[in-house]
Every structure is written in C-alpha cells, then in structure tokens.
C-alpha cells in the first residue's frame, strides 16, 4: 500500500472536527473543505516533477527547486471535488484541471460514467484525482482507469475522508498509486456512506 494518512499532523486534525460536524453551516463547511485540501494536496505535491532553478531576490540569488507546473494536471471528480479545485489552482495557477464525472447508481453503488474533459493524450504529465470522499472506490478506480488509458506519468489521488473499503479497493486496482487522505474511518453503513464520515460532501459543500 502506498497510502499516506495525514490526521495525526494538528492542523488537519483541528479542521477535520469542524468538517464532520453536522452543525457546521454550509459556507462554513466549504472554507474548511478548501483549507484542509490546501493542506492535503500540499503534502501530495511532493509526487510532482520538479526541477532545480535559480532566482534573483532583491539582494542576491537562491538555488530553489520548484514545480513543474505545465507537466501537471488536476482531475477533480464531479460534483464535490469542485471545494478542490481553487485549494489546487492556488497551489499551482499554471497547471490544468479537467473535470471527470461520474454518478453512484444508488442501487449498486458503482459509478455511471456521464462526462470527462481529458485530453486524449497525458503523456509526461503528473495527474492528481481529487475527491473528498473515498467510499467504495468505485468512483476513484474508474477515474485512475479513464486516466491511466490517456498514458500518464504518474497518478496520484487525494482524498479527505475514507473507508477503510475504498482505500483497500483502490490498492487493489492501483498498488503502486500514491494516495494521500486526510482521514480512514471504520467502515460503509448498508448504503455505501462512510462510518462516522460527515455524510454527503456534495450535498454539505452546496447547500443542498
């Protein structure tokens, strides 16, 4: 497994509590998606390529290493990865973002694919799946595979919350992905919702 879990670091564990709070209102909640993704996709950059420069500063020259920002791209699963996508375009404003969509089937709980925006070629890119919430895993696996079809250097995934059944599902399907996530939870109730979780991030990001 090549899962990196984030909960213990103080930061992620002070706003995953105002995340799962159900008293949380929903603009409320969206700030605190974004911060706590800024700080998960932050730790997961360090799977992107990079490059050793120089710059001048207004007293001399530093030796940095930094981004390569156009050799990256985010791929944000629709709708609930959309409280992402700013956390990811303010890490990195030169990369780009294509969406991929896909909608559980309530009755089997595996994802209908209805809409993507991937180019047809991913070659020499760094592509980073972005959704909150890792439940099955169906919706992950078929996105790393859409992805995986277009050649990509590297797939990396980013979650905020998930079941200990989506990550296991995920390794399964990509083993030597790296997946970073704020938080693993004990189990999916009868419905596919994560236990104790903090319910629908779609619904909770927008109001609805």
Do not use: W
């Amino acid at each position: 497994m090549n899962t990196v879990i984030l909960d213990q670091k103080p930061a992620i564990s002070h706003l995953l509590t105002k995340l799962r709070d159900k008293n949380t209102p929903a603009p409320d909640f969206r700030n605190t998606l974004e911060t706590l993704s800024l700080l998960v996709i932050g730790e997961a950059l360090e799977k992107a390529p990079s490059e050793k420069a120089t710059v001048e500063t207004p007293v001399g020259n530093a030796e940095v290493r930094r981004i390569i920002e156009n050799k990256v791209v985010g791929a944000p699963i629709l709708r609930a990865a959309l409280g992402m996508v700013r956390p990811f375009m303010k890490l990195l404003p030169a990369a780009s973002i294509s969406y991929v969509g896909f909608k559980r089937d309530e009755k089997t709980l595996e994802p209908d694919y209805y809409y993507d925006s991937l180019p047809d070629n991913l070659i020499g890119k760094t592509v980073f799946v972005l959704d909150p919430m890792l439940a099955t895993g169906g919706s992950a696996v078929a996105a790393a595979k859409l992805i995986d079809k277009r050649s990509p250097d590297k797939i990396v995934f980013c979650a905020i919350i998930a079941a200990s059944e989506g990550v296991s599902r995920l390794d399964e399907a990509f083993p030597d992905m790296p997946v970073y996530i704020a938080a693993i939870d004990k189990h999916l109730n009868e419905n596919g919702y994560i236990i104790p979780g903090l319910g629908d991030a779609g619904d909770r990001l927008f109001g609805t």
